[in-house]
């Protein structure tokens, strides 16, 4: 009876810790795969623009992330209106999440021009490119949103991707 019951219990263990490796293994997967999808998600510029006043005059403010929130090691920044490029102030990187640049020396009748912005990033030995165009009706006067929330955790805060406060 002795030996039945230590047969059982030895199975039991085994059974245990093949049902563990097995979990570990769809989890290690499961993480490749995420981590792969995150890998391809590109650079995105926010579909609207902030438009601030201060000291030195009108300032326009654009955000942008890679791959929602990847680190990128360098980071490229040009604006221009009416083929004339703008000042702007950037980070040059390394950079993790959104990151925002701040468009200045805006000419005159700036508000009724339309705003080229063109950002790339190198992040982990490949470069990411992308260009958008801010009509006017795509400028708000105010501020981004707060980008981390938190709710359930500290994390980003995806509905204020573009939300201007």
Partial sequence: ????????????????????AAITAVGGVVAAVRRRALDRL???????AAVSEG???STITVR????RGRPASRVSVVATM???ALPVIAHPGPVVGRF?????GLPEG??????????????EGRDWSVERTYA???????????????RGGLGWDHASWDRIA
């Avoid at 590109?42 to 609207?48: C, D, G, I």
């Avoid at 942008?64 to 791959?67: F, I, T």
């Avoid at 700036?110 to 992040?123: H, Q």
């Avoid at 006017?136 to 938190?150: E, K, W």
């Fill in 82 to 84: 009416g083929g004339d």
């Fill in 42 to 48: 590109p650079l995105e510029l926010a579909s609207r």
């Fill in 110 to 123: 700036w508000d009724a021009r339309d705003l080229v912005v063109s950002v790339t990033v190198r992040s």
């Fill in 64 to 67: 942008a992330w890679l791959g």
């Fill in 100 to 104: 925002q640049a701040v468009i200045t």
């Fill in 136 to 150: 006017p009706a795509a400028r708000s006067s105010g501020r981004f949103a707060a980008g981390i929330t938190t």
């Fill in 55 to 57: 000291p030195a005059g």
């Fill in 1 to 20: 009876m002795l030996l039945g019951s230590t047969w059982i219990w030895v199975g039991a263990g085994d059974v245990a810790a093949v049902a563990g």
